[in-house]
C-alpha cells in the first residue's frame, strides 16, 4: 500500500456516490467546446475570499495578547472586530477581493495605529507587516510580523482542520498555491497527525475486511487472518505516510502536499492533477520530479517484503504495486482538484 491510496481510500469510501456524479458532470463540460452544437455557457468561478492576519508584539519582542485589531472596509457591514488571542495572533477571513480595508490596532497604554489600504487579490492570506503602535506618552512602539516559519506553522494548523464532510482528514492539500515552506518538524507532525487520526485506523479496518472479503493476501481467513490483514495495512500505510511525508521530504528538501490549483480551464486543472505523483514543488517553490512519493512508495513496498505472506511478496510484485499506486495516485489528484474541496467547510484559502 501506498501513502497516496491510503489518503485517498478514506476520502473515496464517504464520497464514492457523490464523486461518480461530479466526476461526470465535469467531464461533460469539459466535452463541450464553445462555438460547438450543444455547447453551453460556463459562468466564471467565484473569486475565492482573502484572509488578513498577524502576530502583535512590542519593541522587545514581547508578545501583546489582549490587542484589539478592527477591520474596516468601504461599507459598515464590512466592519469587524477581533481580540488578540494568548499567542497575539489575529485573523480576519471572507474579504471580498478587490475591496479596500484598513486594520486599527489598539491596547490599554498604546496609540492606536492604523494601516493603509490593503486591497487584496482572489484567495490571498496577507500576513501584517511594518505595524507600530507607539506606547502612550513614550516612543517605543509595537509591531505587527510573521517569520517564513510562524507562517508555515499557521498555516498547516489550518490544513489540520481540513476534513471531508468535517470527518475525513485532508491535511496534504494545499489551497494557497504559494505557501510558506515546511520545515522538517512540521513535516513530522504532519505525517505523524494523519498515520494517528481514528478516521485513518477506521479507513484501514474497513480496508482489511475488504481485503479479507476478496481474500487478498494469502494470509488465513477468520479472525486471525483479518488481524494479520489490518496489521500488514496499518504497517503499509504508516511506513509510507512517513517515508514518503515526512522522511524523504525532508532529506530532499520537498514538499509532500497535493497544491490545489481551482483556477483556469478544466484541462489544465486536470493535467495538474494528473502530473502531481510525478511533479511536486521543492522547498524552494520551483517545480521537480516528486522522488519523495516514489521513492517512498518503493520503499514501503519494499518493507513489506518483511512481514507479508510469501507468495505476496518480490520484485515483480513491487513494481507492479508501484504502477497500481500510480494510477491510484492520479485518480486521487483528480477528486482532490474537482470534487472534495466542495466537502471540505473548512479548507484554507490563503495565499
Known sequence: MTMSIRKSVFALIVCLSVANTAIAQDIASLELQPGSAGSTAIAAPEAQPASVSGTVVDVNDDIVPGATV????????????????????????ELKPGSMYHVTISANGFVNWRSSAI????????????????????TTSVTVYSSPEQIAVEQVKLEEQQRVFGIIPNFYVVYNPNPAPLTTKLKFSLALKASTDPVTFMGIAILAASNQASSRLDYVQGAKGYGQRLGAGYADAFTDIMLGGAILPSLLHQDPRYYYRGTGTKRSRALHALSSPFVCKGDN???????????????????????????????????KNA????????????????????????AANQN
Open 70 to 93: 478592527v477591520l474596516e472596509g468601504a461599507v459598515p457591514e464590512d466592519r469587524r472586530t477581533a481580540v488578540a488571542n494568548d499567542n497575539a495572533f489575529y485573523q480576519f477571513n
Open 119 to 138: 486591497i487584496p487579490n482572489p484567495g490571498q492570506f496577507i500576513f501584517m507587516t511594518g505595524s507600530k503602535l507607539g506606547i502612550a506618552g513614550g
Open 285 to 319: 517553490g520551483r517545480w521537480q520530479p516528486n522522488y519523495s512519493s516514489v521513492g517512498g512508495d518503493l520503499a514501503s513496498g519494499a518493507i513489506s517484503n518483511l512481514y507479508y505472506p510469501e507468495t505476496n511478496r518480490g520484485s515483480e510484485l513491487l513494481f
Open 323 to 346: 504502477l497500481i499506486t500510480s494510477s491510484g495516485r492520479m485518480v486521487n489528484s483528480l477528486i482532490q482538484e474537482f470534487i472534495l474541496r466542495r466537502f471540505t467547510p473548512n
